[in-house]
């Protein structure tokens, strides 16, 4: 008997924990579209840049690496 409480217990647990979480959902002030667009292109340009920026560097510090050890 005390397992089928248990059980009964965790699924409870479940169901409630189901319930808080789609209740905080509706407390979300959610973006609209236009907003998510605009952050999305803002966050892709930046990660361009910022991928761009460390490939120089990696490429420079490359030829400077090589052009040390290996006299290229």
Do not use: C, P, Q
């Amino acid at each position: 008997m005390a397992s089928h409480s248990s059980t009964t217990r965790k699924g409870g647990l479940n169901f409630k924990f189901v319930v808080e979480t789609i209740a905080e959902l509706r407390k979300v002030i959610w973006l609209e579209r236009r907003e998510v667009v605009y952050l999305t292109g803002l966050v892709l340009i930046v990660v361009i840049v910022v991928g761009a920026f460390l490939g120089v560097i990696d490429f420079g510090f490359g030829k400077l690496i090589n052009g040390i050890f290996l006299g290229r």
